[in-house]
């Protein structure tokens, strides 16, 4: 029987379609399989398609030029734009509490990076400035880096040498910025789970999480005066969902209501205000509301239709024109006072209270359908892709740019903050997210491996490329250790977000992908977010500012 055919698939040397899409098929199917493995209880996740793409490239196996070209920029689009789109909301008040910071330590970690290239440069560790700036490239995960120089340096001879430097460092570039994870967490005796906690509090106090406490009204000089006017007085979000009088009844208060000493409330209202509150109001009582007879339920309630997203809660006039009271937003598995000034999004659960049929036409407007939020929003993300582009092709000033992965992560990180503005829908289901980041960090992977294995083996084991691949590692290794005894020891900042602070301001998606899977937060990924434009401009400079000053 005869196997041409097959072999003409999976056989190396290949360049069609079909065998293409094998070979990635395999890259990345046996380095997700052995990405699981774990040893000595450690597993490097997708990080292993790197690496099996390396072995296939050493075997022969290639893609077209054009072709590896595209699908390595395409899946670093969508692992980019994901990851913006996640972390968006969170990149901005995490710039204003500790983006500063993060920044300078990114910063930092540049600056010594440049620092190390120019020692073994004028120290004569290595003469050939364009494979230290390929070697630098690679070992700090930049391939924005690494075009940048070669157009600045616009010679075949040094760009194919930095190629090789680039290629001789990136995996151990990798393998780097995780051992300096690992060499920082056993420095700081750092136990994972304790920190996943520490950011979980301190996540939990940004958001001003809603407690629930039923209160007594006891203060004789509140008597008589309306919700409007306690709001005046305690000067603090609440809302009181329902109340009992004197008359035993059940009503949903509004703002006009008049409150008397002896009602009972049912009160939500962020932790940190509950002591100001019973100051004011009374005392906290045991008491069960479910109990109470009375023809007031509490239902949860999706928003899914496009036109509210960006709404703030008060603009619905839910006590006017529904007799209803919203008590708490829960947003991505976490609960938000309803303040009226709270701006709804796509898959918001708002609780309400009042009457079941009230309940139930605001139900149908608000859409509470869960079938239309499993519909991924192609429209937003492509049209995220599409300004992400021009943004990452604009010059930005020397003739450096944002790149193709750059941009996107700038426009995902403002959609995902301001879309609503221009009427576009940003929620995604964890599912469509994960399997979009997933999928572009694997084929990105896959490329880069299969484009660096040809060569690999000749230009690492010889002499020349043991050098290479020894500086590549310092360049990677003894700036992250600094930068991360400074984070840790003097700043004392979460282990979580120096993981962040790594994979950014080395630019490393892989890493990132290490950080997001051994800890399951995405603390990592806003800290990663926060330093990643600046840090990928500064790359793309320090790199093209050494052609240019040395070359």
């Given amino acids: 029987m005869d196997f041409t055919w097959l072999l003409n698939i999976i056989g190396p040397g290949n360049v069609s379609l079909a065998s293409t899409i094998a070979l990635y098929s395999f890259v990345i199917a046996a380095g997700v399989y052995l990405g699981k493995l774990k040893i000595a209880g450690v597993s490097l996740g997708v990080t292993f398609v790197l690496f099996v793409g390396i072995l296939m490239g050493h075997f022969g196996y290639i893609v077209n030029g054009e072709v590896l070209h595209f699908i390595r920029e395409f899946g670093l689009i969508l692992f980019i734009f994901s990851i913006g789109l996640q972390v968006g909301p969170g990149f901005f008040s995490s710039f204003k509490k500790g983006g500063m910071r993060l920044n300078g330590l990114a910063v930092l970690g540049i600056a010594l990076n440049v620092a190390i290239v120019l020692c073994i440069y004028y120290l004569g560790g290595e003469s050939n400035i364009a494979a230290l700036i390929g070697i630098m490239s690679g070992a700090v995960t930049n391939t924005p880096g690494l075009a940048a120089a070669q157009q600045a340096a616009g010679n075949a001879d040094a760009i194919n040498t930095m190629s090789m430097g680039y290629a001789a460092a990136y995996p151990l570039g990798v393998c780097g910025i995780i051992g300096a994870m690992f060499l920082i967490k056993g420095i700081f005796r750092v136990k994972t789970p304790d920190e996943i906690k520490a950011i979980e509090e301190q996540n939990e106090n940004s958001q001003l999480k809603p407690d629930i406490i039923s209160v007594e009204v006891t203060n004789p000089l509140i008597d008589g005066k309306t919700l409007r006017q306690i709001h005046d007085i305690i000067q603090c979000e609440f809302v009181i969902s329902r109340l009992i009088g004197e008359d035993g009844k059940v009503i949903i208060p509004v703002s006009s209501t008049q409150v008397h000493t002896g009602d009972k409330l049912y009160v939500v209202i962020s932790t940190q205000d509950i002591e100001r509150f019973e100051t004011v109001i009374g005392p906290q009582i045991d008491m069960d509301w479910e109990a109470v007879h009375g023809e007031v339920v509490s239902r949860r309630i999706l928003i899914t239709k496009s036109e509210y997203n960006g709404v703030a809660l008060g603009s619905l006039r839910l006590h006017t024109a529904y007799k209803l009271n919203a008590t708490r937003v829960n947003r991505s598995g976490v609960d938000l006072l309803a303040a009226p000034g709270l701006r709804l999004q796509m898959g918001d659960r708002i609780t309400v209270v009042g009457d079941l049929n009230d309940i139930s036409r605001l139900a149908d407007k608000l859409g509470n359908s869960m079938k239309r939020l499993n519909e991924p929003n192609m429209i937003t993300i492509f049209i995220g892709i599409l300004f992400g ?101 003097v700043y004392k900042i979460n282990f979580l977000t120096i993981m962040g602070l790594f994979s950014g301001g080395y630019t490393d998606p892989p890493a990132l992908a290490y950080a997001n899977g051994s800890t399951g937060s995405d603390a990592p990924a806003v800290a990663y977010s926060t330093v990643y434009p600046l840090t990928m401009f500064l790359r793309v400079v320090a790199a093209q500012g050494l052609v240019l000053c040395l070359m």
């Fill in 389 to 489: 582009i021009i943004v990452g092709s604009i010059n930005v000033g020397f003739g450096m740019k944002l790149g193709l992965a750059g941009g996107p992560l700038v426009v995902a990180i403002l959609l995902s903050r301001f879309g609503y503005k221009f009427k576009l829908v940003t929620y995604t289901s964890s599912s469509a997210s994960l399997l979009m980041r997933e999928l572009g960090i694997c084929l990105f992977l896959a490329s880069v491996g299969i484009a660096s294995g040809a060569g690999f083996a000749e230009t690492v084991f010889n002499t020349t490329g043991m050098w290479w691949v020894i500086w590549g590692f310092i360049v990677t290794f003894l700036p992250l250790v600094i930068v991360g005894c400074i984070a840790r020891g």
